[in-house]
């Protein structure tokens, strides 16, 4: 302790680090289409549309359960 202050240090193992994920990820869906003799009902836009509205809706219900 420094005056009243805590000091934290971290060690991090070069061992144990993860390699860095790519960031570009390119999707295709025919080998899917074959395997489950589907396609793809919704388009990305429509996905993305989806996964906001519920985390809204989920962050909503949990700032009326906090009131």
């Known amino acids: 302790m420094y005056k009243g202050k ?3 240090r971290v060690y991090i193992d ?3 680090v993860r ?3 790519s960031e570009n990820y390119m999707a295709d869906y025919k080998k ?3 395997a489950l003799r589907r396609e793809p ?6 996905i993305i549309r989806l996964m906001i ?3 809204y809706y989920s962050l909503s ?3 009326n359960v906090s009131k």
């Not at 009902?41 to 429509?46: D, G, I, P, Q, V």
Request: aromatic share 0%; no cysteine; hydrophobic share 40%.
């Open 61 to 63: 219900l949990m700032k």
């Open 53 to 55: 509205n519920t985390k």
């Open 32 to 34: 899917a289409k074959s």
């Open 19 to 21: 390699p860095i994920e």
């Open 14 to 16: 070069p061992a144990l």
């Open 6 to 8: 805590t000091v934290s």
């Open 41 to 46: 009902t919704l388009r990305l836009k429509e």
